[in-house]
């Protein structure tokens, strides 16, 4: 039995459609737009889950299996006799789980955004824009052939570069997006090359022969592709590590990750959507279509993902701690929680409880998506009271913005993993698989769980705590929470984070397809949660109150704080700790290097290249006899060269 | 019986340059007895005739050798040429607003024409006396187009460079042809091609041709008298230098070398190499630059010629094919691009990148035509552009030298910057006066329909390679 091909087609469609509806008439649909394209996004989230429903619960078991199904393979190019280009559709566990991820959030944002973007100007091709990005993230996921993925892989970039441009009279939204563009267009380079070598290595680019090619050792096409070789590594390992760079780019895994924090320029919906939710996890996705061939035949390259995973998210964790804009430290937190699920990938086995980090890592992506959503949408809340994306200029709005504060709190809780929140399922299992595969991957994995707490917590408290609430009679800004366009998707959202957590994921999604009981070990959790709290109390101790007058901050304490020996004592060295050690020593310098090595390096390419370009200008003289003189020298130089030297 | 048989088959096989000839014949007439004015149905007869021209080309059943070898005719020669008539037929519809002011529109299309016919010659020369011929038939023509603009200096000094740089680099070739001769005995292509010996006056003869080839396709470091002439021609000829012209000796270059200098192989594979590295990262920086729309486009044709000889070092039928299949694409990605920029300059008199701020204002449908055809040139998938450069690459591929792969992949990068800085301008930036509504007439309007259908389609139809695949395979 198959599940319904026109009703998973549709799921694409529908925003495609609605992208060229909008482009062509948008201006004179107006404010109608905005309706249009929730409506139809909406239709396209309830087919995705009309179709979850069936693969998961009908139609996708076989013998205990969930299978890949390929529902729908038009022949497309003949590239060479053997590999050939195919459009299709394939629904597998992860697949399906995407197609919800990406509608749902899609959807919220586009509820989201009426009110956000209420009487923006270009309203409609905002619209129109995110239509255009919903269709390309969901022809990614449904990709059934390696190449399709490629030309979706661009269609994301294109889309996200137009969104992260959409202030297009901000300079620093335009040289945003261009760098955006312009870094994961290396990484895609990565991934175009790997492509290739795969395909030809394998004589395909269909995935299910693809990876059935490439795993059976007896196979002479994964003979082949061992036995040829590039500088001392197999033609193999170079092309799952290039597409790993291609993954890397989009996913912003360290050093490619320069261009996500400055992407925060684009509207605040669309860093909910895209950087956030949905398009930065599609490396993350990559790596796990093509698992079974880096588990199985390549573990070498596995290991690289495991340790560029860990060591970005460590890295993006200690940024994040230094970060006062508070879309940049949700930036630096997305990146350091897809370093999470890098690095689950990369210390997961294939079959049975050895999988169990392939399947952290998609439960990560899964409940990320809905706190990260919620904590991007809270932050726009946030940014539309205040117009500042400044720390500084918040704090006490607990009180102006009520459900603001109580949704960030859930999705703060959920990101810093304490129970019950989502997040602490998926972190549970991702870092239950760490342990049993590596012990350094592992205790690095707490320190940054732990760092995660503080600075969310730390963002929590100088948003929401930290100083007075604005009185009303000096408050200038007349509005308090947004519009019920903007809360409703809160309020689900906040749900989601609390609920989805206790959805038994080994059921749904694993590696090789077979049940995988989420065992739940609470002598386990102990430290993972027990640091948690102890990054959030910390927070608490220098955020919360940070401000207020002595007097005041005795009573909201409790008395056992309130006293001499906090003050004296455990303060200061709580203060020295972090505020000299980890903000000097890590956190400071780790952000100079940011900014100044991985963004002067990417600056100095772009910088000679212009410059050279400069240099060669005189030689475009204008004088034809000079011409000549060069037309005469290349000839010489190449008869020289050809002739005699080569 | 048997001369009637001779006559038949001497029409068939010559049938496009024929037709060509026939076309010139009626504008010939027609000029002739013209009077004050010419006749309003002279223009669109022509674009009618030549679209015949076009569709014969296409059936891929001419084949033939005519005088003793010194006119081959195969299923490929005869698409090129059908490709190379197409994208004349696609300028001629958009100069038709330009030519409409000007006194002596019936001669530009006749040396069009003439030029036209003059490559059509040259892919079929199977001799080095008849390939010279119709070089120089191919040449002539577009140095008195490009003094078109009679009353504009630039535009005299433009036809002046050509001219010199023409003469110059005919020089070479002619050098090159005498040394083949001298080393061969003969001038017949197949004999030529049997009789190499593996001296080094051959692989300097091998040199001295391909420098006169590079001229043409305007290949680094033989590319300067480019910038100038495309930016002082008109720009329906600007078009046709950037793009007919350089495909037909494209084309003509794939004969020279995969059925001529065949023995020589290696050696051209590595001369290709570092003449299309070169040309691919000096075009790139050139264009980047570049202020003038004009110019942008010319410099980074040069970069697309680039692209074009790493298809060409594959040396195999998958080479001939990528090469003309990017020529069918680029046709439609750089017309559409100069249809737009002709309409612009010809209703305002603007070729900057700055005056194009804002364009999508007053002209939204004229600039998503224009941001479509940067998008093929810069290789966006799904774009046509994209299977083009793809095909090409993975045809130089077959060598797996991966520094050429690096080199050309990085240049897609590189270009991508300047090509997005354009549609930047165009759709994202503004101005205070941008540029007014510009109207479309209906011709300009049917060229730009081909090429936009062309770019977004060529990509989708899977059996356009196919179809010139097998054709290929044959040559």
Known sequence: ?646 | MLLENNLLNFLLVMLQELGLTAILIVLLFAKLMEGEKTSPMLYPLVMVLLLGHVLISFDGNTTGMLFSGMYVNTPLIGMEKGILGLGTLLICLQAGTWLKNHKHSTEFIMLLIATLMGMDYLLSAGNLLMFYLALELSTIPLAALCNFDLEKRRSSESAMKLILSSAFSSGILLFGISMLYGATGSLNFIEISRSFMGTEMEMLALIFIFSGFAFKIAVVPFHFWTADVYEGAPIPVTAFLSVISKGAMIFALTTMLYKVFGAYAAMWYNILFVASAITMTLGNLFAMRQMNIKRFLAFSSITQAGYLLLGLSGASAEGATSVVYFMLVYIFSNLGAFGVLALVSAATGKEEIHDFKGFYKNNPVLSWVFALSLFSLAGIPPTAGFFGKLFLITAGASRFNMPFLVIAALNMVISLFYYLKVVRAMLVEQQDEPLPTIAVPFYARIALVVCVAGVLLTGFFGQIYEYIHTLSLGF
């Open chain 1, 1 to 646: 039995m198959m599940p319904d091909t026109i009703l998973i087609a549709l799921i694409p469609i529908i925003p495609f459609l609605c992208f060229l509806l909008l482009g062509l008439t948008g201006k004179k649909l107006g404010a109608f737009s905005g309706l249009l394209g929730t409506a139809s996004m909406a239709v396209s989230a309830g087919f995705a889950a009309l179709t979850a429903y069936q693969y998961f619960f009908h139609v996708g078991k076989i013998d205990g299996v969930f299978q890949k199904m390929v529902v729908f393979n038009y022949h497309w190019l003949q590239f060479t006799p053997e590999i050939s280009i195919n459009m299709g559709m394939l629904l597998d566990p992860i697949s399906v789980m995407m197609l919800v991820v990406v509608t749902f959030v899609s959807l919220m944002v586009h509820i989201y955004s009426l009110g956000y973007m209420k009487g923006e100007e270009r309203f409609s091709v905002f619209y129109s824009f995110l239509s255009l990005f919903t269709f390309s993230m969901l022809g990614l996921v449904l990709s059934a052939n390696l190449f399709q993925t490629y030309i979706f892989w661009e269609l994301v970039g294109v889309s996200s570069f137009l969104l992260i441009g959409f202030y297009y009279t901000k300079p620093s939204a335009v040289s945003a997006s261009k760098k955006a563009f312009i870094v994961t267009r290396f990484a895609d380079l990565g991934f175009l090359i790997g492509i290739l070598i795969l395909g030809f290595n394998a004589k395909t680019l269909d995935f299910g022969l693809l990876i059935e090619r490439l795993i059976h050792v007896e196979s002479p096409y994964l003979q082949t592709a061992i036995a040829s070789s590039f500088m001392g590594v197999s033609a193999l390992t170079w092309g799952l590590l290039l597409i790993f760079v291609g993954g890397a780019g989009k996913s912003a895994m360290f050093p490619l990750h320069v261009w996500l924090p400055d992407a925060m320029e684009g509207p605040t919906p669309v860093s909910a959507l895209i950087h956030a939710a949905t398009m930065v996890v599609a490396g993350v996705f990559l790596v796990a279509r093509l698992f079974p061939i880096f588990i199985l035949s390549c573990p070498v390259a596995l290991d690289v993902v495991a340790y560029v995973g860990i060591f970005s998210s460590l890295f993006a964790a200690i940024i994040a701690c230094t970060q006062t804009d508070i879309k940049r430290v949700l930036a630096y937190s997305t990146m350091s929680q897809i370093g999470y699920m890098m690095f689950a990938l990369g210390v997961s086995g294939y079959e049975g409880e050895a999988g169990l980090g392939y399947m952290g890592s998609m439960f990560h992506l899964f409940t990320h998506a809905m706190f990260k959503a919620l904590l991007f949408l809270g932050a726009g809340s946030v940014i539309h009271y205040i117009h500042s994306n400044e720390m500084k200029d918040m704090g006490g709005l607990r009180k102006a913005m009520p459900i603001t504060h109580i949704t960030f709190l859930i999705a703060c809780l959920a990101i810093a993993g304490i129970p019950p929140f989502a997040g602490f399922f998926s972190k549970e299992e991702i870092l239950a698989a760490a342990f049993h595969k590596n012990p350094v991957i592992f205790y690095v994995g707490l320190i940054t769980a732990a760092m995660t707490a503080f600075y969310m917590f730390r963002l929590y408290f100088s948003i929401f705590w930290n100083k007075p609430t604005p009185s009303a009679g000096h408050d200038h800004h007349h509005h308090g929470e947004g519009p019920f366009t903007m809360m409703l998707p809160l309020f689900i959202l906040a749900l989601c984070s609390i609920s989805v957590g206790f959805i038994p994921f080994g059921q749904f999604v694993t590696a090789d397809g077979q049940f995988l009981a989420n065992e739940f070990h609470p002598m386990f959790s102990i430290a993972p949660v027990s640091l948690a709290l102890g990054g959030i109390f910390l927070a608490m101790l220098f955020y919360k109150n940070a401000n207020e007058l002595p007097a005041k901050l005795a009573v909201s304490m409790s008395v056992l704080y309130a006293s001499a020996y906090r003050k004296f004592y455990i303060d200061e060295v709580y203060l020295f700790v972090t505020k000299r050690l980890i903000f000097n020593l890590l956190g400071r310098p780790a952000a100079w290097f940011d900014r100044t090595i991985v963004d002067g390096l990417m600056n100095l390419i772009g910088g000679l290249t212009s410059g050279f370009a400069e240099m060669i200008r005189g030689l475009q003289s204008g004088k034809v006899q000079s011409y000549a003189i060069w037309f005469f020298a290349g000839v010489l130089g190449f008869a020289v060269l050809f002739i005699y030297l080569w």
